[in-house]
């Protein structure tokens, strides 16, 4: 088994692992693992912007304000502070980088005139800076450009992240729960790498693939969450899944997002024709801000009027705005749509809600310090405290550039007190076989996606968790069994770390006796007067 040592390890290749890596390369040689392609993960496929106070008439007190509101008062106000505060810098940085921001109409240096700004769910004022609808391309290919030019940087592709090395894999056992590192299939090879830091920083995405209708990426497992319980760590509030309240809704196109943007630049939610209130508004039956609502209260409502009706969609209009408004907001979507014959500047695109963000996550703190030495976590897979019980439009890539560049800073500050990694005891596959019976993990994957929609989805009862918890739990023995006797494959380590997750969230949404932005329970239907955090420990 090849064992290789570096400075500090990165799992993930998104906005989050690729700041950290820059930052850290000055004085530091740094791996950055990505399980598939460096562009694959959920980075690249963000639509809508970076939230920023940027605007005269705006302020980091209204941004914070947002993003508690949002979060159901289950943010911690020092972690919101201390991102809405760190945004205007990080945006700059991206900039200088050259992440082509859409220009203000101004065309003048302040940052309201210099760059276009738009308005999403949740947000009291315009503080989305963007480009066009495609944000997250642009900022992986800025990223990417930066990381490859740098020769301090390594970039591997097709390393499927299996476990973390801690100290109790040493030759000698040590129980103090320090982390070396990451055991990682290496696909090229089919084989298990060891790779080795002093320093190690989870920046994987979260687990949308647990649900079976999701807008995330296909590796979007939960895969560091997993492995960052197994190692030891704390995790709160898995119960806070978000569901994006706007996915194109077509047999044959799937997990393709609808972005914010166009409920932000006016787009209406409407009922389709043929029913009772066909082709009008039902957003103000349900908020006084209507489809400017956060996501958890559209995504309830549209749930709602689907199921009282029975229909398969509602829609999206924004055919009523200028065809060229349209078209100049909204490129990528346009011509997306209209290789599907849906033009939507005539006409308006049928959309579900689809389970698009994990709230929850590894316990960090400001520094991205999770509960185990040596080891950092950045972006999607932590709980930080800035999204609370519900994420803030366009507050997660955010959060990966603020997090990704604090965890280099405290890296690179306290770098004489991380000791070199020991002696590591290599991965051991002589007890275990190929398998034949491959069939059995695409089964599994396909039956937890679905018990977890119709289950733990958008509306949850205690039952429905309980059944939920039940499959979970007959579902653990059967792949404990076959991950003990045969060799690992990608589809293995991602049905485990599914598994895992999905017993994470269900454990959570149980321990939960109130309703609370992302979590609905029609058991416990009120808030209850104080916001706590659902805290788990191995």
Request: overall charge negative.
């Amino acid at each position: 088994m090849p064992t290789t040592t570096y400075d500090v390890v990165i799992i993930g290749s998104g906005a989050a692992g690729l700041t950290a890596a820059i930052n850290l390369a000055q004085d530091r040689k740094v791996v950055v693992l990505a399980k598939g392609a460096l562009d694959g993960g959920s980075t690249n496929w963000a639509q809508g912007g970076i939230a920023a106070v940027l605007d005269a008439g705006d302020s980091f007190e209204a941004h914070i304000d947002d993003t508690m509101v949002a979060g159901a008062g289950l943010n911690d106000r020092s972690t919101v502070e201390f991102v809405v505060s760190a945004a205007p810098a990080a945006i700059e940085r991206l900039a200088e980088l050259g992440v082509p921001f859409n220009a203000g109409e101004g065309g003048g240096e302040e940052f309201g005139e210099r760059w276009h700004l738009t308005r999403e769910g949740g947000h009291s004022h315009r503080r989305i800076v963007h480009v066009d609808d495609a944000t997250g391309h642009a900022v992986q290919v800025a990223l990417l450009k930066a990381a490859r030019a740098n020769p301090n940087i390594t970039l591997l592709e097709d390393r499927v992240a299996l476990d973390l090395i801690t100290s109790r894999h040493g030759e000698k056992y040590s129980g103090d729960g320090h982390v070396w590192g990451v055991y990682a299939f290496n696909k090229q090879t089919d084989h298990v790498d060891a790779i080795l830091g002093r320093a190690t920083i989870l920046c994987t995405g979260g687990a949308g693939r647990t649900y079976l209708f999701s807008t995330a990426p296909r590796g979007a497992t939960g895969d560091g969450i997993a492995m960052a319980w197994r190692a030891g760590c704390r995790v709160s509030n898995m119960e806070m899944n978000q569901f994006h309240p706007t996915c194109l809704y077509n047999l044959e196109v799937k997990n393709f997002l609808i972005t914010e943007a166009v409920r932000g630049e006016g787009g209406h939610l409407k009922l389709p024709p043929g029913v009772p209130g066909g082709g009008e508004r039902f957003m103000p039956r349900f908020d006084d801000r209507a489809e400017l609502a956060p996501r958890d209260v559209v995504a309830r409502a549209i749930d709602h009027e689907i199921k009282r009706l029975g229909l398969d969609y509602v829609h999206l209009d924004i055919s009523h705005k200028p065809p060229e408004f349209v078209r100049q907001h909204f490129p990528t979507i346009y011509a997306r749509l209209l290789d599907l014959d849906i033009d939507i500047t005539k006409e308006p695109i049928p959309v579900v809600p689809a389970q698009h963000y994990t709230c929850g996550g590894v316990v960090i703190d400001l520094d991205g310090r999770t509960d185990l030495p040596g080891l950092y976590a950045a972006g999607e897979v932590t709980e930080s405290g800035l999204h609370g019980a519900n994420r803030l439009a366009s507050n997660s890539l955010l959060e990966c550039f603020v997090f990704g560049e604090a965890a280099a800073r405290h890296i690179r500050a306290n770098w004489d007190d991380l000791p070199s990694p020991p002696p590591i005891r290599p991965w051991d596959e002589s007890r275990v076989t190929n398998s034949d019976e491959e069939v059995i993990v695409q089964h599994n994957w396909k039956e937890i996606r679905r018990f977890m929609w119709d289950y733990v989805g958008i509306v949850r009862t205690t039952k429905r968790l309980e059944r939920a918890q039940h499959r979970i739990d007959l579902l653990a023995k059967e792949v404990d069994e076959y991950y003990g006797h045969f060799r690992v494959t990608p589809d293995l380590i991602e049905l485990r770390n599914l598994l895992e997750v999905a017993r994470l969230v269900v454990r959570s949404a149980l321990h939960r006796k109130e309703s609370r932005g992302l979590h609905y329970t029609l058991d416990f239907p009120d808030m209850l007067p104080d916001a706590v955090d659902t805290v788990l420990a191995p």
